[in-house]
């Protein structure tokens, strides 16, 4: 990472929607994290309708994620895949868990659905930090 362009923050945010969709497809996590979330079946078909505007402002959020660890990862000086997995891990650990963790703590929200939106964020902060270095 040398300089903050567009089209791999674009990708990264790309990347960060496609883990999104396999992460929570219900055959992965998405029926667990529907239970834990008290969404019923109706409600998540009601969402589909709206989902192209929900992937689109997703892949923005995304994108600002990565257009500011790219500006990390230039300021650390990374410049290798294992550089930028060390990149989104420290990103995860500083930004992700903590922030996240009022869900546990102050909403009463359940450990394991802390445990599926975290760890979705940890795949994708590392994989979005990779996307980056090209």
């Known amino acids: 990472m040398i300089e903050v362009s567009f089209l791999p923050i674009f990708f990264a945010g790309v990347a960060s929607i496609v883990i999104g969709f396999a992460w929570y497809h219900p055959k992965v996590f998405g029926g667990a ?11 998540v078909e009601k969402g589909k309708k709206r989902m192209p ?6 892949l923005l959020a995304s994108m600002l994620a990565a ?13 290798d895949v294992i550089g930028a997995i060390e990149l989104g891990f420290w990103c995860w ?12 703590l102050w909403e ?8 599926i939106n975290a760890g979705y964020w940890l795949v994708a902060l590392i994989a979005m930090a990779i996307v980056l270095l090209f």
């Open 93 to 104: 650990a500083g930004f992700v868990v903590p922030t996240m963790l009022g869900i546990v």
């Open 67 to 79: 257009y500011v660890m790219s500006y990390f990862g230039i300021a650390w000086g990374v410049f």
């Open 53 to 58: 505007l929900l992937a689109f402002f997703g």
């Open 33 to 43: 994290w529907m239970r834990l979330s008290n969404l019923s079946p109706e409600a």
């Open 108 to 115: 009463q929200k359940p450990l394991t659905l802390y445990l």
